[in-house]
């Protein structure tokens, strides 16, 4: 499972703060705390920060990537932000997020094969989030055709189904899985699945309970990468007695300690 932690988002009040006050040891400290707790990957966001968001996107990446040394997904709908950022990373670089328009996926995916760079493409388009299940799959065919065509290599490429608020969107939990049951089918090798898992639980009670179930869920249709906060210890240890059930690894009595060593 590849963690992409969720917590250097300027959604957060504390990241918010250190994007303000350019902190650079509040910034440091919760990327090193979400790399011990097991994250492979750090999802970077300015958010609602009050801050040039070009320069403040610059600066985080600059103080994230001096802390650690694992790949930094850039999240930003800009096409402007993107290109003047992932030249900085190179194969370091995730792009987070591209949208499934044909004009747009050849435009990020040509961004992305240039630097070496991974690439999270949503199944979104103009029309907004589908909600059903066919046209997810239809925009994720087309998101993995394109990737052929750019030769965007499968393992740099992170299809993301959409993840709603369940209690604003009940049906869409269901939808995705049954999306990501038909997209892993897509080819082989298969491309990474992705989800911003913490917008399920988005204004819900018992959200650390919601988030960890329908991880499991998702990772069993196939999910195999969440942006999600890897200091939730309960969490972390779904994702390892999860990867234990489908035989990822062996098991032994010591399986979590074992697991939870390695970040
Ligand atoms: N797909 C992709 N990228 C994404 C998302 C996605 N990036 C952003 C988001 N969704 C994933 N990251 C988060 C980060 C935080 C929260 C949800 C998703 C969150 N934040 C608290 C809240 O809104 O209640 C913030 C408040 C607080 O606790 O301080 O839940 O889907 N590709």
Request: contains cysteine.
């Amino acid at each position: 499972m590849h963690v992409i932690g969720e917590r250097l988002n300027g959604m957060f009040k504390d990241v918010r703060k250190a994007l303000e006050e350019q902190d650079v040891a509040a910034i440091q400290d919760l990327a090193k705390a979400q790399v011990n707790a097991g994250a492979g990957i750090l999802d970077l966001n300015v958010g609602p920060a009050k801050v040039d968001p070009l320069e403040g996107m610059r600066w985080l990446i600059e103080t994230a990537a001096a802390a650690t040394e694992v790949p930094l997904a850039i999240d930003n709908p800009k096409w402007e932000i993107q290109k003047a950022v992932v030249p900085m990373l190179g194969d370091r670089a995730i792009i987070n997020s591209c949208k499934a328009d044909e004009e747009e996926l050849d435009k990020y995916m040509a961004l992305a094969v240039e630097n070496n760079a991974g690439l999270v493409a949503l199944t979104i388009d103009k029309q907004g989030v589908p909600s059903d299940v066919d046209r997810r799959v239809e925009l994720g065919a087309q998101i993995g055709a394109k990737a052929m065509e750019a030769g965007l290599p499968m393992d740099k490429l992170y299809i993301d189904p959409i993840i709603l608020p369940v209690n604003v969107a009940p049906k869409q939990p269901e939808n995705v899985l049954a999306a990501l049951e038909q997209l892993k089918m897509l080819s082989d090798p298969p491309p990474h699945f992705v989800l911003g898992l913490s917008n399920v639980s988005q204004g819900c009670n018992h959200r650390s309970l919601i988030n960890r179930i329908y991880l499991v869920m998702a990772m069993s249709a196939g999910l195999d990468s969440a942006i999600m906060d890897p200091t939730d210890k309960d969490l972390m240890d779904a994702v390892i007695t999860t990867e234990l059930l489908q035989e990822k690894m062996i098991y032994c009595d010591s399986f979590l300690d074992a697991q939870r060593m390695r970040g």
